[in-house]
């Protein structure tokens, strides 16, 4: 069956964007002309339609096989870029496949072939040894986050996955850091450099708070008094700070989320969506978080540990004052710490004053149906406005999933409503409806 082309024009129009900015155009015009790019741009400029949009321009509707091949270092970025293109309504078929979902899953959708396929490398390295997608129509290849994708961990699935992509004619990669080596088995020979990271004007403040003690938790408890009610992230190094900072911050009834490598991908995926919707304010991570996942702009981050490396300090500070927004990135930093040589030296900031903390207003509600079962996201809203007798002010996100949804409204009568909707039907389907 023959994909339906749209073009840039109408794709551009479906996303509700009236004007790409000087990197896209930059970057669009080197990807349709050269076959070998690195474009290197920060974090949150616009790179994963900067070379979206001239690869949908470069496939052949007729062509029923993987024409694109998109290798990422982790979960979140394929599931965000899957979801990019689905928004982007391109015509063309787009699966992502990654470790920590079942095979069977993914089985199941390359039989209806992608022309788009997004993936970790150990996941596609496994699929290509299973045979399950042929390789000899996939003309591009492109490595996001190039840089960490490469490093040492995936070079044996990274040259294993090359080797076998015989009949590429174009190689893209992109990252937000510079510096990094290009391995020989790429081949990106000549590559043409978009290079943006010098260029960003950046509304990035740093703030440095010194804690009078090694241990940090009274500093963290004043930056957070300080900034109230605004949604952020702190960083730590490792899963076991994680469960300390989250242990303080529930005794101090601070609501929050938590997100590292060592939860399962289904806990990693709800944190995410508590986050975005509200109903977690502050998201408690590992450097994980610092790349590659859909979470809107932060007014601020927290070094709550000082990251070991100057590109794992760059991607951090990158999930805040993005694009046109301003941010703030607070150090924290004990009196005999040395400050690394890649984090600026700042004046002690004043966090006395203490902000006003609402309570946590947003809950988020589980609905046991999604896009397989035909439900729209305009079914969710009538069965909340009509059964639910939801205002309109009361419904907050909803993100639609292929077999459940997740609805965020207010805390206060998140009970009543599950009460009232679970059991429901929609589309013909009986749904169950829990608080998640």
Request: aromatic share 6%.
């Amino acid at each position: 069956m023959a994909n339906t082309k749209r073009s840039q024009a109408e794709i551009l129009q479906k996303l509700n964007i009236h004007q790409l900015n000087r990197m896209q155009q930059q970057a669009i015009s080197v990807i349709q002309k050269k076959s070998n790019t690195i474009l290197l741009s920060p974090t949150g400029t616009g790179k994963t339609l900067a070379f979206l949009l001239p690869i949908i321009n470069l496939l052949d509707p007729e062509c029923n096989d993987v024409q694109v091949l998109i290798l990422v270092p982790t979960r979140e970025l394929a599931m965000q870029i899957e979801q990019v293109l689905r928004n982007m309504g391109s015509g063309y078929k787009v699966n992502a496949v990654y470790g920590g979902r079942a095979t069977s899953k993914d089985k199941i959708e390359l039989k209806h072939t992608p022309a788009i396929l997004i993936g970790t490398p150990g996941r596609i390295a496994d699929h290509l040894k299973q045979e399950r997608f042929s390789t000899k129509n996939i003309k591009t290849l492109v490595l996001d986050e190039f840089d960490k994708s490469l490093e040492v961990g995936f070079e044996v699935e990274m040259k294993n996955i090359t080797r076998q992509l015989t009949n590429l004619s174009k190689r893209i990669l992109t990252s937000a850091t510079q510096g990094v080596s290009v391995p020989g088995f790429v081949k990106l020979n000549e590559p043409t450099i978009v290079n943006f990271l010098k260029q960003s004007d950046s509304k990035l403040t740093f703030k440095t708070v010194v804690s009078p003690t090694k241990n940090k938790l009274g500093s963290l408890l004043d930056i957070l008094n300080h900034i109230g009610n605004q949604p952020g992230i702190i960083f730590c190094n490792f899963k076991k700070d994680i469960q300390e900072v989250s242990s303080f911050l529930d005794r101090n009834d601070i609501n929050h989320g938590t997100f590292h490598g060592d939860m399962e991908q289904k806990e990693r995926e709800r944190s995410l969506i508590k986050f975005r919707n509200g109903t977690h304010q502050i998201l408690l991570a590992t450097d994980l978080a610092a790349r590659g996942i859909d979470i809107p702009e932060m007014k601020f981050i927290i070094h709550y540990q000082l990251p070991y490396s100057k590109e794992e300090f760059t991607h951090r500070n990158g999930r805040t004052a993005r694009v046109n927004e301003k941010g703030t990135a607070y150090i924290i930093k004990w009196e005999e710490e040395l400050l690394r040589d890649f984090i600026p030296e700042t004046t002690p900031a004043d966090v006395s004053e203490i902000a006003n903390r609402k309570p946590q207003y947003w809950e988020t509600l589980f609905v046991s149906g999604g896009r397989k079962d035909k439900i729209s996201k305009g079914d969710i809203a009538g069965l909340f406005f009509k059964q639910g007798n939801l205002a309109k002010d009361q419904l907050g996100v909803i993100e639609l999933k292929q077999d459940c949804t997740f609805v965020a409204v207010p805390v206060t009568i998140a009970r009543e409503l599950v009460t009232k909707l679970n059991n429901s039907r929609l589309k013909k389907k009986k749904v169950r409806v829990t608080i998640l």
